[in-house]
């Protein structure tokens, strides 16, 4: 049974689109992450969520939203997508905001045509 | 000059050689290194974790930190094709905050030859 879950695997789409990426844990961890993984292989954090608290990494456009149903999803919309928004996005989770494991989704690659 | 430097490869191998990746940084406040291994189309996963300078020894994988010289390395013994993956460093300043201030290398791919 597969810890940390990612849909869709693949994404293809077109410039100036809205999509949504979305992510579910069964672990039942506190805390959840979204990565971006561009072209030359940089993993880099957008976004922290824990118990409501969204902590944004200030790089990332506002075109970008994570959305919570509830503890274990935390959705990725992007709005009016771009060229420069193609790359792998990860999503991640730990058990709380103290712990350093973390677990890693499968990666959604996006593509923008 | 990058917080974090790693030679993206790719390096090549024969099976059962000892294979050295590394890491260099600029931040001499890094306290805390891992190192983790990412296969092709999946999600990276942990594999080392050590504090401040020293070595640390998991089977056939030893991780080494070097502080004074900020430089980090990670030794895999008796290397096997299922080691081919994408190792990717990184490191922060303090224990604990998950994510928060945890900066990544760009990853070294792995290749080893059967």
């Known amino acids: 049974d597969t810890a940390v879950s990612q849909t869709p695997k693949y994404l293809v789409t077109q410039m100036g689109n809205d999509k949504s990426i979305k992510c579910e844990q069964n672990?039942?961890?506190?805390?959840m992450y979204w990565y971006k993984q561009d072209s030359k292989k940089f993993l880099k954090i957008m976004f922290s969520?824990?118990?409501?608290?969204?902590?944004i990494n200030e790089t990332v456009p506002n075109r970008f939203s994570p959305k919570s149903p509830d503890k274990a999803h935390l959705n990725l919309h992007i709005n009016s997508l771009e060229l420069g928004d193609s790359a792998v996005y990860f999503c991640?989770?730990?058990?709380?905001?103290?712990?350093?494991?973390?677990?890693f989704g499968p990666g959604t690659r996006l593509t923008v045509l | 000059q990058k917080e974090v430097e790693q030679d993206p490869g790719p390096l090549s191998v024969p099976e059962g050689a000892i294979v050295s990746l590394n890491c260099t940084y600029s931040?001499?406040?890094?306290?805390?290194f891992m190192w983790y291994r990412q296969y092709s189309r999946k999600g990276p996963e942990l594999l080392m974790y050590?504090?401040?300078?020293g070595n640390k020894e998991d089977g056939r994988f030893t991780a080494q930190v070097d502080k004074s010289s900020k430089y980090i390395s990670l030794f895999i013994r008796d290397s096997q094709p299922s080691d081919s993956a994408t190792y990717l460093c990184?490191?922060?300043?303090?224990?604990?905050?998950?994510?928060?201030?945890?900066?990544f290398g760009k990853g070294t791919h792995l290749i080893i030859q059967p």
């Open positions: 991640a989770t730990t058990q709380d905001r103290g712990s350093d494991t973390q677990y």
């Open positions: 672990l039942g961890h506190d805390t």
């Open positions: 969520y824990n118990n409501k608290e969204l902590i």
């Open positions: 931040n001499s406040a890094f306290q805390y």
């Open positions: 050590t504090y401040s300078s």
């Open positions: 990184a490191m922060r300043l303090t224990s604990g905050g998950g994510a928060d201030g945890l900066t």
